[in-house]
């Protein structure tokens, strides 16, 4: 089945410690995103990537890293420097020319 | 800045009956329109997009555009309990921006 997947489901982080988002999609999608939502609030964009070793910061890219070494894989690293990590983070993928983003199940971070 | 906006509700629909969200769009270079449900603590999922002025049906499911007024809308007809989940409304411009909005809350009352 072609799909996103993110791990971990949940994920706890200590205080100074970096934590690692796994995202990937065997839909041979070209772009890749990850989203922060909060309670009740909309999606903000973190950053993303159009294509293979080129990624943009999003509105929201403080605290935050990325890599796009591989068109499948679009992993997210939440630094100690982001003081609010609580959320839940969605990674979504899409192909190019105006198609819709589809996202997976999320991963929900929580301090220790 | 551009914005989609939404109602954030919650809209409360009696079971049966014809469910309207609407939203508006600032930035008129917009060109594809999509609407995504989402159920609490869940992922968005997408369930209608459209690209033309005018109706898009698919099964209970209606999407409408008109690009003039910067407005798009989905109705669900004979609204089902499993309907009640927030529904994000998204425009993509030519440069494949997506800007997302809030949500609007949709309840159905059984």
């Known amino acids: 089945d072609g799909g996103i997947t993110q791990s971990p489901k949940y994920l706890f982080r200590k205080e100074g410690q970096n934590v690692t988002l796994s995202c990937e999609q065997n839909l041979n999608h070209d772009a890749m995103y990850w989203y922060r939502q909060d309670p009740g609030q909309g999606l903000r964009l973190i950053y993303y990537s159009q294509i293979v070793n080129d990624f943009q910061k999003g509105d929201i890219a403080e605290g935050y890293s990325v890599s796009r070494e591989k068109k499948e894989s679009f992993p997210l690293t939440v630094t100690s420097a982001q003081k609010n990590p609580t959320a839940f983070y969605l990674c979504?993928?899409?192909?190019?020319?105006?198609?819709?983003?589809?996202f997976g199940d999320g991963t929900r971070l929580s301090i220790l | 800045q551009k914005e989609v906006e939404q109602n954030s509700g919650p809209l409360s629909v009696p079971e049966g009956a014809i469910a309207s969200l609407n939203c508006t769009y600032s930035?008129?270079?917009?060109?594809?329109f999509f609407w995504y449900r989402q159920y609490s603590g869940k992922s968005p999922e997408l369930i209608m997009f459209i690209y033309s002025n005018g109706d898009k049906e698919d099964g209970r499911f209606t999407a409408q555009l008109n690009k003039a007024s910067q407005y798009v809308s989905l109705l669900i007809r004979d609204s089902q309990p499993s309907d009640s989940a927030t529904y994000l409304c998204a425009a993509l411009n030519y440069v494949d921006k997506i800007i997302f909005g809030k949500g609007t809350r949709l309840h159905i009352l059984p």
């Open positions: 930035d008129r270079g917009s060109q594809s």
């Open positions: 979504a993928s899409s192909s190019a020319g105006g198609q819709p983003q589809h």
